[in-house]
């Protein structure tokens, strides 16, 4: 993706219910683009300033615990062929997997979403959210409990706008569409009127705006299906959608992934969550992959 072509898919996991899901999106996406798999168990390392014996016990403790969630990936992924398995110290998991995701120059990083954590876990705090803000690569979040495989609905989704943020997630997964044969879905949600509008400016005025509002959104989405479908040689078509935004995309069904952009500023090629990706990745009933800004 926006990392070397060869780059490993990384996937952390923490023994959470969605960590299976993780498991065989990480395995479903690396064989997909043609890359290893490395997964990831990220520990407490000791503290600089430590209670000496007690913390030595505790980082031995977390690092067992660490040692017995990557046993239960290899029994997920069974002899799934090439497979790395790692152990990462770290003061907080989406730290570690940042510096592994760098190191390896990732080309993926999946996670679960953190809605069913474990009963007893290596660090408090969501890893999807934290290692979204900042991620090298795009990150996959897969939501707890999938309704169907990977690649089993074969259409690929864009939460689509055309800012430079939405484009890097088009391109993103233009390029797997190509490398799949999938077909591409681009989407716009048109927010609906906001009801003190009619009162401020009139129902006429309000029904004006929105029309003009949805008739500049498939204008955008035409000339994006368009592009795409020429650069990548996929089948690409797209839907201008009412309603909340997150909500409305959260809901999508048809999609085996959904890709969006990360939120328009902060430092290039790095994923920043702004308010609509973070409030997704919580809702969406499909896997959402959130991709770095390509500036």
Do not use: N
Request: proline share 6%; with cysteine; glycine share 12%.
């Amino acid at each position: 993706m926006t990392a070397p072509a060869d780059g490993p898919v990384i996937v952390g996991v923490d023994g959470g219910e969605s960590g299976r899901d993780a498991l065989d999106l990480a395995r479903w996406s690396a064989g997909t683009l043609g890359v290893p798999l490395v997964v990831a168990v990220v520990h407490p390392a000791p503290a600089a300033i430590s209670s000496g014996r007690v913390d030595a016990e505790w980082i031995a403790d977390r690092h067992r615990a660490a040692t017995a969630v990557l046993d239960g990936a290899r029994t997920v992924l069974g002899d799934t062929p090439g497979v790395q398995y790692r152990t990462v110290g770290s003061s907080s998991a989406a730290h570690g997997l940042h510096d592994l995701a760098e190191e390896l120059h990732a080309r993926l990083v999946v996670v679960g979403s953190g809605r069913s954590a474990p009963r007893e876990r290596l660090f408090a705090g969501s890893t999807a959210e934290r290692l979204l803000a900042g991620s090298v690569c795009p990150v996959l979040v897969a939501p707890a409990g999938l309704p169907a495989p990977p690649g089993a609905l074969g259409r690929i989704g864009v939460a689509y706008v055309d800012t430079p943020d939405g484009r890097a997630a088009l391109a993103e997964a233009g390029r797997l569409a190509r490398r799949t044969g999938t077909p591409l879905r681009l989407y716009t949600v048109v927010a609906e009127g906001d009801a003190a509008l009619p009162f401020l400016v009139g129902q006429d005025a309000e029904h004006a705006f929105l029309e003009t509002a949805r008739e500049t959104y498939e204008e955008a989405l035409r000339k994006a299906a368009e592009a795409v479908a020429g650069d990548q040689g996929c089948g690409t078509d797209w839907r201008v959608l009412s309603g909340d935004v997150v909500g409305t995309l959260a809901e999508l069904d048809e999609v085996d992934v959904l890709f969006c952009g990360s939120r328009g500023y902060g430092p290039a090629r790095r994923v920043l969550l702004g308010g609509v990706s973070a409030r997704l990745v919580r809702a969406a009933r499909r896997p959402v992959v959130v991709v770095p800004r390509s500036g």
